[in-house]
């Protein structure tokens, strides 16, 4: 059988050692799917029940193992709904290659049904982004694509219209009349880390040695440089701070760091980050300047290995464009390692009561559950090397401050974008990615009525994922935002009851189960955790329980009073939490 455009696609893939496209097959792509059913001993192809789950489970696949992750849509309705997966992926600057179908050329302009110019909606979204027009560009744009996903570690985009998709790989239909001829290449690519120059680390180590505040902060760009991070962090005593993508990189329980920074951070971290008076960021272009030192108080060295990203947030001293690992591992012989360990020490005080407030918070005699003791419960009984996938919203909060980073687990959500509905569909792509391994999704009720069907994905592609909802009949994150603008909630909480999920999970085939008692929830998270296929808790939770930022300031007391004054309903109940929680934090 004479090889397709389509095959011709799909054997690239397997050369460049792409083992999996998630997506939903349609007619504008069946010549691509036709070649993927020709590569399918190589190549598996995961049928999904929305595209925009597809884009997320690409995106997740390639966060998890830093590989390219790559999906698949038909042409115009299909492609639309890739979008939102797709700028989580750019946002996060992680390399996701986007396969979509287009009408065939022949009526291309015709206003032909389901023509949607792709190129042009993907144009800010995708870096490389083309419309296969001839067998002869085969499978050379392939590789273009891909290496430009990789190096630039963002989003690629390639459409096949439906005849070129059937077309013979092999087919030169055009008379040739320029000297250019059809590019040629291979399926490799070479991507060195980048090393320090030797004078940008050696003004970072000038700048840092003079500092007597030194604080770090450290994102998801300093992943894999676990050990390089805690050493210097030692040699300047300087206590570590960490984005919320950058959660995993140091354990949670180390005594140099004092947790994340922002609305879902530590009171210790945005204290200390008043204070410092050196800052050095590693991995990270930290997007809330809010949180960070005021203009002109601290001089900042940032180590990234995109120069684009340094200098954005503030004026920087030294800048070091570097991978991670090896500038910090070059620049530890150049730091004094007997520095002044007051700041530190205060900080780690600080970090010690921290602690034990978010641990009187895990409160087990409390009616309606707290959401702080459900993500306590899964805390304690996941394993150590376990995944936890987080949608955004409260979630993210309770994730944040209660999910322990410890031995070799992980944590991943969506950052930059901050999307709903991702939690789900990246925990099937990690569990595909990695098989062994115990993948949690915790997730609120509103981000997985949105992708609910994936969990039946999970169910059909036998994966043992684990699916928590955290259940407070609301879009929780949206009315708390409304409040502290100094407006009552409007339009964000659902009619009771609350939704039973657990009878979905059942009717797909799995495990599931409905807690509203806190006293039966361990259990039931252990009971879910140690099932051998898929598993969903659906736990309903205290809905007025507000996440407090990690630090009060005058404006949000002043309009989350407004808000209360303004006619806020259920304040009776929200005031009651808010009692309790500091009742609790008191007695820690």
Known sequence: MQEIVGESLARRLVEWGVDTV????GDGINGLMEGFRRQREKLRFVLVHHEEAAAFMATGYAKATGRLGVCAATSGPGAIHLLNGLYD????????????GMQETSVLGSHYQQEVHTTQLYQDVAAYNLMVTNPQQMPAVVDLAIRDALSRRTVAHLTFPNDVQVALASEDPYRHVSPGEPPASAAVASYPRL????RELAKAAEVLKAGRKVAMLVGVGARGARDEVLAVAEAL???IVKTLPGKLVVPDDHPLT???????????????MEECDTLLMVGTSFPYGKYLPAPGQAKVVQIDVDPSLIGMRLPVEAPVCADARLALRDLLPMLDH???????????????????????LVDPERSPIAPQYLMGCVDEAAADDAILTCDSGTIATWSARHWTIRGDREFYLSGNLATMAPGLPYAIAMQHAHPGRQVIAFVGDGGFAMLMAEFLTAVRHELPI?????????????????????YPEYAVRHRQPEANFSTWARGCGAFGVKVTDAKVLPGAIREALAHPGPALVDCDVNPNEPPMPGKVKYDQAKHFTEAFLRGQPHKVATLATVARDKINELRS
Do not use: C
């Open 89 to 100: 992926a750019k946002l996060d600057h992680v390399p996701v290659l986007a396969i979509t």
């Open 22 to 25: 998630f997506g939903l097959p």
């Open 195 to 198: 090393p320090p120059e030797a």
């Open 237 to 239: 005593a300087s206590p």
């Open 258 to 272: 004092t947790g994340g920074l922002g609305l879902l951070g530590t009171a210790p971290s945005e204290e200390l």
């Open 466 to 486: 684990k699916v928590v909802v955290n259940n407070n009949n609301s879009y929780g994150q949206i009315l708390w935002e409304q409040i502290v603008l100094g």
């Open 338 to 360: 007997g520095p002044d360990r007051s700041f530190l020490e205060k900080y780690q005080r600080k970090m010690d009561g921290w602690r034990s407030e978010m641990t009187s």
